[in-house]
C-alpha cells in the first residue's frame, strides 16, 4: 500500500505503540506520535518507529492527513474534543478503543463536517501495556472491526480497511456501533469476567497451584488484565455485558443441575453442542 499521508499516533502504549511500528514498515511521509509522557516520546523516536514525537498534539495535527486515536474510551472523546479547532481540513480520524457507542455518538455530536472520524477496534493486544511490550505483528492474522456511520466518506472507510489489511489483519468487519458492543460484549468481555472470576475463586491457593495443567492456564492467561482500562470497557458496556454474564449464568445452571440429577446423556448432548460450535471456529481460523 502507498501510503502517501501525514500520520500521527495519539497514545504510544501497547496498541498505539504497535501501530506506529507497523505503520512505519509501510514507509508514510511522516509518521508523528503523541503522548504525554516524554520519556515515552524519547523512546519512541530512539527505536525508530516514529519520526518525531511531541507532548503538544496541535503540532503534528494540523498537518495530519489520518489520525490514530489509542487512548481508553473517555480519553478519546475527550481528546478529539479538546483538539477540535487542531485538526486539518479534510483529515480521517480513527480509534482503537473496545467500546464503540458511547465514543462515536459523542464524538458525532461535536465533531464538524471537515472531518471524518471513524470508530475502530483492532481485536489485537496482550496482557501488559506500554510501549515496551509493543510489537509490529501484534496485527497479524487478527480481525478488525469498523464501525462506520452516515457520515463517514465511502474513500476513508476504504482508507482504513487498506491500512488494517496492510498492518497484517485479515478479516475486516463493519457493522454499526449498537451492533459492535452487544457482540464484544460475549466475545471480549465474558472471557475476561470468566477468567478474572475462576482466579479469584478460594481454591485457587498454594496447594491447587501444583495441579494446575494447560486448561487451566490457557483458560485463566487473559485475567492478568488492565484495571483501569477494563473498568471503563465493562461500566460503559454495561447493559450488554450483564445480559452476557446473565446468559453465561443460565447455561452453567444447566450444567450443575445435568450434574446434580446424573443425566449423563443431556451432559453428553451439552457437550457435543459445544464440541461441534468450537469446532466451527476452528474452520474459520
Not at 511521509?29 to 509522557?37: E, R, S
Not at 519520526?51 to 492527513?65: M, W
Not at 492467561?221 to 473498568?231: D, V, Y
Request: glycine share 6%.
Amino acid at each position: 500500500m502507498n501510503l502517501d499521508f501525514n500520520i500521527t499516533v495519539i497514545g504510544l502504549g501497547l496498541i498505539g505503540g504497535s501501530y506506529a511500528m507497523a505503520l512505519k514498515e509501510l514507509n508514510p511521509k511522516n509518521l508523528w506520535g503523541v503522548d504525554i509522557d516524554s520519556e515515552t516520546i524519547k523512546s519512541a523516536e530512539k527505536m525508530g518507529i516514529i519520526d518525531k514525537g511531541y507532548t503538544d498534539a496541535a503540532i503534528p495535527l494540523s498537518k495530519s492527513d489520518i489520525v490514530i486515536v489509542s487512548l481508553y474510551p473517555d480519553l478519546t472523546v475527550q481528546f478529539i474534543k479538546n483538539n477540535i479547532n487542531n485538526f486539518k481540513r479534510g483529515s480521517v480520524i480513527t480509534d482503537t478503543s473496545g467500546i464503540k457507542s458511547k465514543v462515536v455518538n459523542e464524538v458525532s455530536s461535536f465533531l464538524p463536517d471537515y472531518v471524518d472520524f471513524l470508530g475502530g477496534h483492532p481485536m489485537a493486544g496482550k496482557e501488559s501495556k506500554g510501549l515496551a511490550f509493543a510489537s509490529k505483528d501484534i496485527f497479524k492474522n487478527t480481525n478488525y472491526i469498523l464501525t462506520p456511520t452516515e457520515k463517514n466518506k465511502v474513500e476513508n472507510i476504504q482508507l482504513i480497511k487498506d491500512i488494517a489489511l496492510s498492518i497484517g489483519c485479515t478479516n475486516i468487519v463493519s457493522v454499526d456501533p449498537k451492533t459492535h458492543d452487544k457482540i464484544i460484549a460475549y466475545t471480549s468481555g465474558l472471557p475476561h469476567l470468566i477468567a478474572i472470576a475462576l482466579v479469584g475463586c478460594d481454591s485457587f491457593n498454594e496447594k491447587s497451584k501444583s495441579f494446575i495443567g494447560g486448561g487451566f492456564r490457557d483458560t485463566t492467561r487473559i485475567a492478568a488484565i488492565n484495571p483501569e482500562l477494563w473498568s471503563e470497557l465493562f461500566i460503559s458496556n454495561k447493559s450488554n455485558v450483564i445480559n452476557q454474564i446473565e446468559e453465561f449464568q443460565n447455561n452453567l445452571s444447566v450444567l450443575k443441575s445435568a450434574i446434580e440429577n446424573e443425566d449423563i446423556c443431556e451432559i453428553e448432548d451439552i457437550f457435543n453442542v459445544a464440541r461441534k460450535k468450537r469446532s466451527e471456529l476452528n474452520n474459520n481460523e
